[in-house]
DNA sequence: ACCGTATGCAACTCTGAGTTGCGATAGCGT
DNA sequence: ACGCTATCGCAACTCAGAGTTGCATACGGT
């Protein structure tokens, strides 16, 4: 992927392809997009200036190499038997994930101004569909299971479970932690036991 | 409210004024908090650059001023006469602000890299916090009428009534519709009516 | 009509993006 | 171990935008 020209010279690339790479995300934690300067960064990854722009067009290729080296959210989907605490594990996993360190960096990074990059808009969405996609077989288990309504609309039960924990990280000043996510998933499995998660909200009440 | 000196000369000013903060929003708008220059806002409202940095101390302070005058949310508090209906109705009023261009417009802002100043962050927060404390009569209204369990949590309820929604907003391309918003408050209505949403969740199931 | 103040304007400094040419060096194959 | 060559370091640029200053001018209230 690297240097695909002739498989040469590899060695002293890669190891600069890192540390650059590391100190982007370093910098763009510590100060954010607006105030990501090539420079800083030159100077934390100990290359030159000159060495970024040979490899990168420019700093929004960069950015864009970065993010998506690093947004690879590999979410283990639970199997326990009962869609209680499959929910319950799911929601525990995320908010782990995005209170973890490179969780955090990538979410900042994700709702900066980067965002106008239009690779990076494309990569959230993603990065937030593959979730529910991923899941909807734990939940095509709990409706075979008779624990949930047999139209329930399995991407929009992940979303809802998601949603408030998303919230509190993006807006709220409450903590995330394990008791959110067990909150959430009580709150998405009582909406959906209810039937209100359907995949036919076409006809209210 | 504006030049509290000597109440003298202020035709000119608040026209200045005027103009350079709508040229800003703008600017912020279409090219968002990173690009966002003076020249071009300068441009923009017919004043030259010098002008706004007589009024304006930076770039930050700018954009803290604008936020600060935009970000009033009036959305009003339904009664009804029924909780279905009062969530509908507030669901509706935040989308169709949400969706409404000078919405959008402090949207953007409010999650570009402009969330790094100060101001901006707690603007944001209590932007969200003040809809769930208005709301709350709404609920123990409902909750009198015993629509509710009667240790439903109001602002929590409320909450998971506009997380969805924020959600659709900030990263699905999901449409942020009328029937998004019926949708979100059906959900919503079903949690809180299983009981999901008490004050009182430290003992779950 | 007058006076004071805010605005327009030009010319600056400073910082960071992005580029170029050249010399130094580190890793590869032999 | 040694030479070859791509890659890196370095310095010196251009360009754009932030923020400042001094002076001339036009506007608005009395």
């Known amino acids: 992927m690297s ?28 100060h954010g997009y607006a105030a990501l300067t090539i420079d800083n960064i ?11 722009y040979r ?13 998506g080296e690093q947004i690879a959210v590999d979410i283990p989907m ?3 038997g009962s869609v209680d605490t499959d929910l319950r594990d799911i929601a525990r996993a995320f908010v782990a994930w995005v209170t973890s360190p490179a969780g955090q960096t990538i979410f900042a990074a994700i ?38 309504p047999p139209d329930t609309d399995a991407e929009e039960l992940i979303k809802t479970l998601i949603a408030p924990l998303y919230f509190r990280l993006a807006i709220t000043t409450e903590p995330l932690d394990q008791a959110a996510a ?14 209100a998660l359907s995949s036919t909200n076409t006809n209210p009440q």
Chains 1, 2 share one sequence.
Do not use: C, M, N, Y
């Open 3 to 30: 240097t695909e020209k002739h498989g040469r010279q590899v060695g002293r690339g890669a190891k600069v392809r890192t540390a650059v790479l590391a100190a982007t995300l370093a910098e763009l934690a510590d």
């Open 42 to 52: 030159a100077r934390r990854a100990g290359v030159h200036k000159t060495t970024i």
């Open 55 to 67: 490899r990168w067009k420019d700093r929004e290729s960069l950015v864009v190499d970065v993010l």
């Open 78 to 80: 639970p199997d326990t």
């Open 111 to 148: 709702f900066s101004d980067a965002a106008r990059i239009p690779g990076i808009v494309d990569a959230r969405r993603q990065l937030f569909e593959e979730g529910p996609r991923r899941a909807s077989s734990a939940i095509s288990r709990a409706v075979q299971r008779g624990e949930l």
């Open 182 to 195: 067990d909150h959430a998933a009580r709150v998405a499995l009582a909406a959906a036991r209810a039937g």
